[in-house]
């Protein structure tokens, strides 16, 4: 298996067939899509399993306990591809940049690609005002604060190694927070990765999960945990040297 796409799912009833149809239609690689279900509380579950019973490239786990956290150990805790993707069920990711993802991590054997949706040649619509300023001015500090040129840590639509992910655990984010956790632990690691332009389109169906109130201060938990896991790393190497 070339690829596994990841997909959190809860409460997304309305976006399934749509993205898998986009998949299906853009994708021409070995690959399967993991529908990782977190709770959902509408008929997201049953749709998935029926999906399942009649396509062979996908697969449903259940999350036994609540949070993207979670659903990301197991995607990488029962993904069966080589490299993984995470794709939000929403329809709000450019599955032509999923290509370009593709193609780059295996022709310049990378570790990891890093998307920005905020670039010059990056494409965004509907991104709602107060959300965009609250990224700019989060990703903008933590650019400055780990001397990155990256601007985009938390957008969650990225590519990695499998064997790389592992390398992370333990995963300790429980929420969005996830997606800011993994880029500045392969950052701190000094994996090989690379940046592109990648576009973004607002939800069209359904409602979104992120509470920007309820996330603040895990982000900031995140972000200090991995800048001291940072330091640590650095006084490690200095120490070995």
């Given at each position: 298996m070339d690829l596994t796409i990841l997909i959190?799912?809860?409460?997304?009833?309305e976006n399934i067939d749509s993205i898998i149809n986009k998949i299906e239609t853009s994708i021409n690689i070995k690959y399967e899509i993991l529908f990782i279900n977190d709770f959902s509380n509408d008929e997201t579950l049953e749709l998935l399993k029926k999906k399942e019973i009649t396509n062979n490239r996908i697969r449903v786990i259940n999350n036994k306990r609540k949070g993207l956290g979670e659903t990301i150990r197991n995607g990488i805790k029962f993904s069966k591809g080589k490299f993984l993707t995470i794709l939000m069920?929403?329809?709000?990711?450019?599955?032509?940049d999923l290509k370009k993802y593709y193609d780059t991590i295996c022709n310049e054997n990378l570790d990891a690609v890093f998307g920005s949706r905020f670039t010059n040649k990056s494409t965004i619509e509907g991104y709602p005002k107060v959300k965009?300023?609250?990224n700019r001015?989060?990703?903008?500090?933590v650019s400055l604060l780990y001397l990155n040129k990256y601007n985009d840590f938390t957008n969650a639509f990225k590519i990695y190694r499998k064997d790389i992910l592992k390398n992370l655990e333990p995963i300790v984010s429980e929420s969005f927070n996830v997606f800011l956790e993994i880029p500045l632990k392969i950052i701190n690691r000094k994996y090989q990765y690379k940046i592109i332009?990648?576009?973004w389109y607002g939800r069209k169906k359904g409602v979104s999960n992120f509470k920007i109130n309820e996330l603040r201060s895990k982000y900031i938990f995140t972000l200090i945990y991995c800048f001291?896991?940072?330091?640590?790393l650095l006084k490690k190497g200095n120490n070995n040297n």
């Open positions: 959190p799912v809860k409460n997304e009833k069920c929403d329809g709000s990711d450019d599955l032509n965009l300023i609250l001015f989060f990703n903008y500090f332009p990648i576009n001291s896991e940072k330091i640590l």
